[in-house]
């Protein structure tokens, strides 16, 4: 619990206390640097496969568009 | 959740403030998270915005106001999942993708981030020199004192300055409703009817008209929105129980958002009642100027330059938060300039080079708005991907911030929504022969 929470816990019956984020206690977040990567699930697997394909997509047209302006393609 | 924690360092702290009802804290507290939702929101209608809309406007007079409507929600599912992540992790969207998906995806995500943000800064830059020679100010000068002004604002080592300026900025563009209302916009009743019901242009779907449907999604949905609004609630260390206001604040700003891109069409569309050949929004500026007066078109002007200004230091910290937060720096407009120089150094760089390139005469504009077209193409897709692969992500996020069902069927239409119009945009964009215009 941070200090916004107990002050409003530890409320009187007619007052309240309001910090701003900054002049709080600096809350317990997720530990994500030692996490580790994420789990290959389906989900995840397709998702970036499918992304790979949209990106190769795209380079291959801007390829074909620089090709193009450059004379090599007619079309 | 099943997690592990970290204790991180105790920092300074202030008296709290005392305050007699409920209903008050609630709104104090709101007024103190308020800040980042409103910020990435309105300086997204930064200078390309204001262009584009105006230029929707001028083609197509209240015909796209419904598109702005199915925008509305878009914008705020996209970015409250930034929030939410912001929140629980107290990290950046740059760390999180390179942690959760290794190396090369983090450095294709960084790099694509960093070179699309420059090249829109790049643009930025040009609208300031646009609208300073339409009013008559040389722009070798107010370029680079719009650069020093941009650095000097980061400067002041406090995150609360910075965002009150910023903020302030956006509710300046609360001039765009006057300026729409001088214009005589059409009729109440006829605004709705556009804004409900979707229509067509008179001459039907034209490869114009795709392309401006397209860019003004592109436009209001753009890949730095959500680096910055992470990186941004990371570093003013929003709390767990701040979310439900961290979304209030992301709502009312896609709300502002919105209207404001309203207004701006509404700006364009009295350039097409009135018959102006369009080119950009600073002639329009000048041309609305002669008929409704000098207010009119110092106000557009002034409200290019400011959109600029937003937009370039949002998308400047977008690109130093991401850069530090992957590099490991200290990377925190809390931190004086001796704590964090390498941040604030990458966030000069980004500005000043900006600036510089467009004082080099006859530098390549038009191949940089296009270049800036395709990137955003390529990026926003893989980042949305990411993001809604890191929302599902329970490991880290726990039943609490995770993606409930609802939220990723809503998701995943937008992703798909999204994926399939970038491809489109940068298809049109690489290869325009694909597209007549008929």
């Given amino acids: ?75 | 959740m099943s997690m592990s924690l970290q204790l991180r360092e105790e920092t300074r702290t202030k008296a709290p403030i005392r305050v007699s009802s409920k209903w008050a804290a609630q709104a104090l507290t709101f007024l103190m998270v308020f800040g980042p939702g409103l910020i990435v929101m309105e300086a997204d209608n930064d200078a390309g915005a204001v262009s584009t809309y105006v230029q929707a406007g001028a083609q197509y007079g209240t015909r796209l106001l419904w598109l702005l409507l199915l925008l509305l929600p878009i914008s705020y599912f996209v970015q409250e999942m930034v929030v939410r992540l912001g929140i629980a992790t107290g990290q950046g969207h740059a760390a999180m993708i390179y942690r959760r998906f290794g190396k090369w995806w983090g450095r294709f995500s960084l790099a694509d981030l960093l070179l699309v943000n420059f090249l829109t800064l790049v643009t930025e830059f040009a609208a300031i020199a646009l609208a300073l020679g339409r009013m008559g100010v040389d722009p070798m000068l107010g370029v680079p004192l719009a650069a020093v002004a941009l650095i000097a604002l980061v400067l002041t080592g406090s995150y609360r300055r910075w965002e009150r300026i910023v903020i302030f900025l956006c509710l300046l563009d609360l001039l765009w409703f006057v300026i729409a209302f001088r214009v005589h916009p059409p009729a109440a009743g006829e605004l709705l009817r556009r804004t409900l019901v979707p229509s067509m242009p008179p001459g039907g779907m034209t490869a114009g008209w795709l392309f401006l449907v397209i860019a003004t999604v592109g436009t209001t949905i753009a890949p730095w929105q959500l680096f910055f609004q992470q990186s941004c609630v990371a570093d003013k260390r929003l709390r767990f129980a701040d979310l439900k206001w961290a979304r209030l604040d992301t709502f009312v700003g896609a709300v502002f958002t919105i209207l404001v891109a309203g207004c701006m069409m509404l700006a364009g569309n009295a350039a097409l009642v009135r018959h102006f050949d369009f080119a950009d929004p600073a002639k329009m500026a000048v041309q609305l100027g002669a008929v409704l007066g000098p207010f009119t078109k110092n106000a557009i002007l002034l409200l290019m330059i400011n959109a600029a200004v937003l937009g370039t230091t949002t998308i400047s910290l977008a690109s130093a938060w991401a850069y530090g937060e992957v590099q490991g720096w200290p990377s925190s407009l809390q931190k004086p300039v001796r704590e964090a120089p390498a941040f604030y150094a990458m966030y000069g760089v980004c500005v000043m080079a900006a600036a510089g390139l467009v004082l080099i005469p006859r530098a390549p504009l038009q191949l940089i708005i296009l270049s800036v077209q395709v990137l955003a193409g390529l990026m926003l897709p893989s980042a949305i991907i990411f993001l809604q692969l890191l929302l599902n992500d329970k490991e880290v996020l726990g039943d609490r911030f995770a993606n409930r069902p609802w939220n990723n069927v809503v998701n995943w239409t937008i992703v798909v929504l999204l994926f399939v119009l970038s491809l489109l945009l940068a298809a049109q964009v690489a290869a325009p022969q694909w597209f007549p215009n008929t």
């Fill in chain 1, 1 to 75: 619990m941070n200090r916004t929470e107990l002050n409003i816990a530890k409320r009187t019956e007619h007052t309240f206390f309001v910090v701003h984020p900054l002049d709080d206690e600096r809350e317990l977040k997720v530990d994500t640097e030692h996490i580790g990567r994420m789990r290959m699930t389906p989900t995840v697997r397709v998702c970036l496969y499918a992304l790979r394909g949209y990106l190769l997509l795209m380079v291959g047209l801007l390829g074909f568009r620089v090709l193009q302006l450059a004379g090599a393609i007619h079309g």
